[in-house]
């Protein structure tokens, strides 16, 4: 189960990657999100024992949930609106940080 297109099928190498979790209101996916230069992708982790228990018709709106949330995520500081000065070193870090907050 992961978003169509992840990381896998992108010629760009990943920029950064790292475990998080992905909370939504409907369940909590254990994952990997990986940032390229040209988008996010989150790959769900099939082998946790919290994502084997999740229903597909949850799983569906879940991936769903991510896919927007990484849409909305990317499209609000791409470098037109923050400059790429900024978005390179600012927003790597907060998304850093972000995702160690929700993993560990």
């Known amino acids: 189960m992961g978003i169509e297109g992840g990381p896998q099928s992108h010629p760009d190498p990943p920029v950064f990657s790292t475990p998080c979790l992905l909370i939504s209101a409907v369940a909590n996916v254990h994952g990997t999100l ?3 230069k040209s ?3 989150f790959e769900t982790d099939p082998l946790h024992e919290q ?3 999740i229903d ?3 799983g ?3 991936q769903i949930f991510a896919t927007l949330l990484l849409l909305v995520s990317f499209y609000s500081l791409t470098p037109e609106y923050v400059g790429e ?4 070193r600012y927003y ?5 940080m972000l995702a160690w907050k929700q993993c560990c």
Request: proline content about 0%; aromatic content about 20%; some cysteine.
């Open 56 to 58: 597909e018709a949850v």
């Open 60 to 62: 569906f709106f879940v």
């Open 85 to 88: 000065d900024t978005f390179s």
């Open 39 to 41: 988008d996010f992708s």
């Open 51 to 53: 994502n084997k228990e």
């Open 92 to 96: 790597f870090r907060h998304l850093k």
């Open 34 to 36: 990986c940032v390229t």
